[in-house]
């Protein structure tokens, strides 16, 4: 059985999950959360009647915040933390990348993120593509899905797919859109990793932002569809030589109005920008068409 565990960001429900499974050999978390929400998941994991020591096994679609911030305290608590090749030396030594969300986020890190340190060598397993953890009478597989982050894995369970970002954010009865943070973001990379899971046939998705997803070839077109929707619009405001500050405030109000679509109300809307903060996407999209015209100036 999975579990669906609300971390409750920023006092929002509904905007990230960790997903809880039993197996012969422990429990296993799929995604970590931040360690702002670390209290959260405690409580939540002491409601289903297990102990925070209970988790023997954490594994990770990638190294951002909201997915793997807090793995460091279960790594503390004897758990294996299972992580892309990319991924691994960040999670050993989280100082560069707590200094580059730092120069992004200043003094709100912790109230967003709460802290990170370091996880001994001994707690951390690099996995690589295609690889099938064991664990008790589970067998996950890995899948790199680059597109969203170089160190993204999908995990593959028999025929569930727990997609991390590749397959975007849909909460409640919203639409499915992508986050597009820096720095790698490369939407060619975004499609064949959706690709990836299509070919995986799988008969549910489960979202880290959020929950069980049905229909999945439908969701898949969508995600897929809005990737290049919101790229195609950066691109253009782009190239009409707008600054940063002008893009993002003008694609805040463009989402608003896609979101407002489907008749979502405040409440909802906050819980969309928690999860997928729209100055994030135009930052992220801003550097993937910037690299690709310093590419095409080097091939010409």
């Known amino acids: 059985m999975i579990h669906t565990i609300d971390l409750h960001f920023l006092d929002n429900t509904e905007t990230i999950a960790c997903f ?10 799929v995604e970590s959360g931040a360690y702002s929400t670390f209290g959260q998941l405690v409580t939540e994991i002491e409601k289903l009647g297990h102990k925070l020591t209970d988790i023997k096994h954490v594994l990770l679609t990638h190294i951002h915040f909201d997915h793997a911030g807090a793995a460091w305290a279960f790594a503390q608590q004897g758990a294996k933390i299972y992580v892309h090749p990319f991924g691994y030396k960040h999670l050993e030594n989280p100082e560069k990348l707590w200094g580059s969300a730092k120069r992004i986020y200043g003094s709100e890190m912790e109230r967003l993120w709460g802290d990170m340190q370091p996880i001994a060598a001994s707690q951390l397993i690099s996995v690589e593509n295609e ?10 597989k ?48 975004w499609d064949n990793s959706l690709e990836i899971i299509r070919n995986i046939n799988p008969k ?27 790229a195609a619009w950066v691109k253009v405001h782009l190239e009409t030589g707008q600054n940063l500050e002008e893009m993002i405030e003008k694609f805040k109000e463009y989402v608003r109005q896609d979101l407002q679509k489907y008749g979502l109300d405040p409440h909802a809307l906050k819980r969309y920008e928690a999860a997928n903060p729209a100055f994030m996407s ?19």
């Open 142 to 189: 890995a899948w790199h899905t680059p597109g969203h982050a170089n160190h993204h894995i999908a995990w593959q369970l028999e025929k569930i797919v727990f997609t991390g970002d590749v397959a975007g954010v849909q909460i409640g009865q919203g639409p499915v859109v992508p986050p597009c943070p820096p720095p790698d973001i490369d939407l060619e990379k």
């Open 282 to 300: 135009v930052t992220g999209l801003v550097r993937y068409w910037t690299k690709k015209q310093e590419e095409s100036k080097i091939n010409s």
């Open 20 to 29: 809880l499974i039993d197996s012969k050999d422990g429990l296993i978390l």
């Open 204 to 230: 549910y998705l489960y979202l880290t932002h959020y929950g069980k997803i049905g229909n999945v070839e439908n969701h898949l077109d969508r995600i897929q569809e809005k990737l290049h929707d919101y």
């Open 131 to 140: 690889a099938e953890i064991v664990i008790g009478e589970r067998v996950f």
